[in-house]
């Protein structure tokens, strides 16, 4: 029987080429090409791309125990301690490094290391919020109960790897300069006895005040039964003693 | 100048791109907890046979499309936790397998990781007609025994005491020899993997997808493509995946 018009002979479709599966890559016909191209994933574009914006803060992660435990160990420092210096630390040999701890040790002075990061922000949630830009690369503390900047300036002459940045003596913070001007002042208990003394100086001229105008009248009087006396030698009788008013 | 090779959350890179690494504080994580890991009797990839025990005699025809399109078995992790997944079709023999067990066995610790095989031993027999004759002569006899893998099936999987980041490097010695591209996943990666995926398809600005077209057959495309192509959405072609296609 004749093939009818609207028949499509499948069977040459499929002689023609290879099968659907092949070990290689089959060429798609021109239309399915088209097809694909225009079918591709198109990424979403916004309008501001995510690195103009503010980058989003990571999720902090979990509190280390160590972490809080150096952490309270600084904030320990900071409150028990009268003089905090601190000073650049440059590497130094390791004998040295305990010989310079033996010396401020004698003077009662601790050495101490502490991580920025776990420094920095307890400083800042502290009163000590500028002290931060001293805590910015390798660096030591020299704390102390006492403040005894003098021997300290003395110690630290001789060692030249550590450099003093800045201080802070009983909640003051003081540069390097402010430390030796510091370490000059005359020590506490002479200090108490000049203000002492100057604020007795007042009291103490009360009482030469008050007399002043009696202590005036009896050497007026003095004066004045002198030149009597004088006229007197002159004259041999004495008509009236002297006249001495009690104080 | 940025430095090339920054790791984000140890050092973030910052602002115009520079990154500084710096020292800080040593963290001290967790060991990883293997408590809910069962480990099977033998720790070894089994032998596989050759030929199977009861060897075909009648001659099958090739029936290819066992290779064609996305696996529906073996998809997912059962015992272990990292593994080997196909990212395209193939046929498996006996050579991949001594290949696989050699490889595998000689780079894991059967006292503390196990591996187990996903894929069966080959059964389905391949003709080969001998060398150096003409066309004709009716169907070669049978040759050899494969396995036919589909995309995204798990060909081994290893578990135990162990990380991927130990597993890794030969599970990827051995991806690289498979007849198909394939790669090393973990629970997660494959996890990831299928997240990625689904995002890809839901955040598509293309209004136009296959998938779509094809449905409503747009355009008589239907002429030009296959009645499979309604299942496989454009992603396979052939035994190939396209992977970067939605």
Known sequence: SPLSPGWLPALQLVRRGSKAVTRHWKAMHFQR??????????????????????????????????????????????????????????????????????????????????????????????????????????????????????????VLKGVPQINLLGACIDDTILSRKGVENFAR?????????????????LPSQTSSLLQRGSVYLTALLDRHIQQLQAAETGSPAEPSPPQTSSE | IPRPFSKSPLCPPGPGGLVVPQAGLKKYPQPPDYSGIVFPEKTKLKFMDKVPSVPKVRREPRRLWDIRGPSREATDF??????????????????????????????MDPKTMFAVWRV??????????SLGHRMGGGKGP????????????????????????????????????????????????????????EEKRLNNQNPWTFERVVTGN???????LSPYDLRLKGRYWGKFFLKHRV
């Open chain 1, 33 to 154: 090409q088209k097809l694909m191209a225009v079918t591709e994933y198109l990424p979403p574009r916004p309008a501001v791309p995510p690195s103009c914006l503010p980058r989003a803060e990571e999720t902090r992660q979990e509190d280390d125990g160590y972490a809080r435990v150096l952490r309270r160990q600084v904030e320990e420092a900071f409150r028990e301690n009268r003089m905090i210096a601190v000073c650049q630390y440059n590497s130094m040999p390791g004998e040295d490094v305990v010989m310079m701890k033996h010396y401020l040790r004698k003077h009662n002075i601790e050495v101490k290391f502490f991580l920025n990061e776990i420094v920095r922000p307890v400083l800042s949630q502290s009163k000590y919020k500028n002290l931060l830009p001293l805590f910015v690369g390798r660096n030591v503390l020299l704390v102390s109960r006492e403040t005894k900047a003098k021997e300290m300036l003395r």
């Open chain 1, 185 to 201: 002042l005359p020590p506490l208990e002479a200090a108490q006895g000049q203000t002492a003394g100057a604020l007795a100086l």
């Open chain 2, 78 to 107: 059962i015992q272990g936790q990292y593994g080997i997944l196909a990212l395209g079709g193939g046929y498996l023999h006996w050579g991949h397998f001594e290949m696989i067990r050699l490889t595998i066995g000689r780079n």
């Open chain 2, 120 to 129: 069966p031993a080959p059964s389905k027999p391949l003709t080969r007609k």
């Open chain 2, 142 to 197: 049978i040759d050899s025994y494969v396995t036919a893998v589909k995309c995204g099936r798990l060909v081994v999987e290893v578990g135990g005491r162990c990380e991927f980041g130990e597993v890794e490097p030969f599970l990827t010695q051995v991806a690289k020899k498979l007849p198909f591209p394939a790669a090393a996943v973990s629970r997660e990666g494959l996890e990831q993997m299928r997240r990625e995926e």
């Open chain 2, 218 to 224: 747009m355009l008589g495309m239907r002429r030009y």
